[in-house]
């Protein structure tokens, strides 16, 4: 199902991990280079929390990125009464609006401050790890890249939620609810995650992480087998829930949650609203989750999961792992979106 013409990196960057899939044409799946990585967040919070326990200023330069752990250490750190210090594309990072920012008590300016203060790089594409990562053990770096990451989109004066799920529900109106329709190449001008990525990785493939985890799923055989008569599909994340009915590439609904607020009876209770076409994004979004969106019912009694969570959350669902290997589900729907986007032959070639 993924036969790619050349080598491509994918970097399916989540709040725990970041997981990377190295394909080389001709290796199989089983056998190609892959790694699970503390994710970029992790990473800015542990160099944070060293500056923090050294007594030193922070300065963040770099590019906006998620969130996450990272947030919290920079308020931990202000917390100890040590300043915090940012460029405007860094200081993005926690929130679209510079005056929510500096009201945290960061101080947003262009240069470094005189003092020595610990420079923290903040990025999702951690390029220069993983050349070395790679080159240690002589594996090329190809040319070809695709990323995830979960955006909700430019949204400074109003909860970024509503935002990111108005947007997934005008990609799917467009797309007649395609599978496909919930990524954009290029990506979307207010994805401004997806963009920044794309700056730093010009030509790269950017997707959202909750869809191209779902994707990569489809590519479990039985998994695939149950969406041809319709299917309960969850990606049980670190930090999100993302569950659809489909059938064949149709999505019927969708809804959206944080995982830490769902247990598995509250997880199972959306799927079955969601499945008799009931559920409201407005009782999605009052949990405390991002939306629901739902075209029809679809009263299939499948359920797959897969997602680091997906024990926790559905363990008597069937565990779908794509290739063996679940942890790489995103990575390989960034590969079957590579292969559509990238690949397919189109009228006239």
């Not at 950017?206 to 008569?229: E, F, H, K, N």
């Not at 008799?276 to 629901?292: I, M, N, Q, R, W």
Request: hydrophobic share 40%; aromatic share 6%.
């Amino acid at each position: 199902m993924i036969d790619l013409k050349t080598p491509l990196l994918a970097i399916d960057v989540g709040r725990g991990t970041q997981d990377i899939l190295v394909y080389e044409p001709g290796r199989s799946i089983e056998n190609s280079i892959k790694l699970v990585l503390p994710s970029p967040t992790v990473v800015v919070a542990a160099q944070i929390r060293e500056a923090t326990r050294a007594g030193l200023p922070v300065y963040l330069e770099g590019f906006l990125m998620g969130g996450g752990a990272n947030t919290g250490a920079i308020r931990e750190h202000l917390a100890a009464g040590l300043p915090v210090y940012a460029t405007p594309t860094a200081a993005a990072t926690l929130h679209d609006d510079p005056e929510r920012v500096r009201a945290m008590g960061i101080e947003i300016r262009t240069a470094p401050p005189g003092e020595d203060a610990a420079r923290v790089r903040t990025t999702d594409y951690m390029e220069p790890e993983l050349r070395k990562v790679l080159s240690l053990f002589c594996v090329a770096y190809p040319e070809n890249v695709a990323i995830a990451v979960q955006d909700h989109g430019y949204s400074p004066h109003r909860s970024n939620r509503i935002h990111r799920f108005e947007r997934m529900r005008e990609r799917l109106d467009a797309g007649d609810w395609d599978l496909l329709s919930l990524a954009a190449d290029p990506a979307l001008p207010d994805m401004t995650r997806m963009q920044a990525a794309l700056e730093q990785a010009p030509g790269a493939l950017v997707a959202d992480t909750g869809p191209a985890a779902l994707i990569g799923a489809l590519c479990d055989p039985r998994v695939r087998r149950m969406a041809g008569s319709g299917v309960t599909l969850v990606n049980a994340g670190n930090g999100h829930t993302l569950c659809f009915t489909l059938k064949g590439r149709e999505i019927y609904g969708l809804f959206e949650h944080h995982t830490g607020a769902l247990d598995p009876a509250k997880l199972q209770y959306y799927i079955r609203r969601l499945a008799d076409g009931t559920l409201t994004s407005e009782e999605v979004f009052d949990d405390g989750g991002h939306g629901a969106a739902v075209r029809k019912p679809l009263p299939a009694g499948a359920v797959a999961v897969t997602g680091p969570n997906r024990l926790r959350l559905l363990p008597e669902a069937y565990q779908a792992a794509p290739f063996g290997d679940m942890m790489l589900s995103g990575c390989f729907g960034l590969a079957r979106l590579w292969k559509e986007f990238r690949e397919s032959e189109k009228p006239g070639d």
